[in-house]
């Protein structure tokens, strides 16, 4: 079946620290890959996402690679900020449904 | 643009109750979904449309239904409320062909 696993949470780190949040999927035929962030009392919004093997998305400093060798798309930040403190989703998008992970929670202190 | 429309923010509803959680988008979007959100298990999909007329089930469809009698519109119905219902839902809606999904701000449900 389609599924996605993140790396369990919380994370906290420090400002300026570089951020590695792992994901894996398993999916049948060519998935579209997405991470989406959620601030408190919101809905999720894109992130940023990537539709075929090699892309790499990338948004207000984030990063991350389609790897369809090891079926990852593990999100990275070079240098944190306080304002980037929320909770992460990596979801994959195939035949009509979207799967999320169950979301890895960032906090980031001064 | 209003974007993804939820109402109400929040509910409370006693065991047995009927409800509908209401879905509105202004983008013209094909598809359309409803997701509950549960500490720890991420995002489960409820139910999705790809179109007026059309629905399917998702992962966890037992007691909603749906129906999309217009593209704007994505009603949730709880048929008989029951405290596993206790959760925050979210419509989502984008278009066909891998684009990314518009959120709205979700509805806090507690079941007691």
């Known amino acids: 079946g389609n599924s996605v696993t993140q790396m369990e949470g919380p994370v906290t780190l420090s400002e300026e620290a570089f951020l590695t949040i792992n994901c894996t999927y398993t999916?049948?035929?060519?998935?579209?890959l997405f991470w989406y962030v959620q601030y408190p009392g919101e809905g999720l919004q894109l992130l940023l996402k990537?539709?075929?093997?090699?892309d790499k998305g990338s948004n207000k400093g984030f990063e991350a690679t389609y790897r369809k060798e090891t079926t990852s798309f593990h999100l990275e930040k070079g240098s944190v900020q306080v304002s980037d403190s929320a909770v992460y989703f990596c979801?994959?998008?195939?035949?009509?449904?979207?799967?999320f992970g169950t979301g890895t929670s960032l906090t980031v202190i001064p | 643009n209003a974007g993804v429309t939820q109402t109400p923010k929040f509910q409370v509803l006693k065991t047995g109750q009927s409800m509908t959680l209401q879905c509105a988008q202004d983008?013209?979007?094909?598809?359309m979904s409803w997701y509950r959100q549960d500490p720890g298990m991420g995002l489960r999909l409820i139910h999705y449309?790809?179109?007026?007329?059309?629905?399917d089930q998702g992962e966890v469809p037992n007691g909603y239904n749906v129906s999309r009698s217009t593209t704007e519109d994505f009603p949730l119905r709880l048929l008989s409320a029951a405290p596993s219902q206790t959760s925050v839902y979210f419509c989502?809606?984008?278009?066909?062909?891998?684009?990314?999904?518009?959120f709205g701000n979700g509805t806090r449900l507690t079941v007691t």
């Open positions: 989502a809606s984008s278009y066909l062909n891998n684009s990314p999904l518009h």
């Open positions: 999916a049948t035929g060519y998935p579209s």
């Open positions: 990537a539709t075929k093997a090699d």
């Open positions: 979801a994959l998008f195939t035949g009509n449904q979207f799967y």
């Open positions: 983008m013209n979007h094909e598809y």
């Open positions: 449309s790809v179109g007026a007329g059309i629905t």
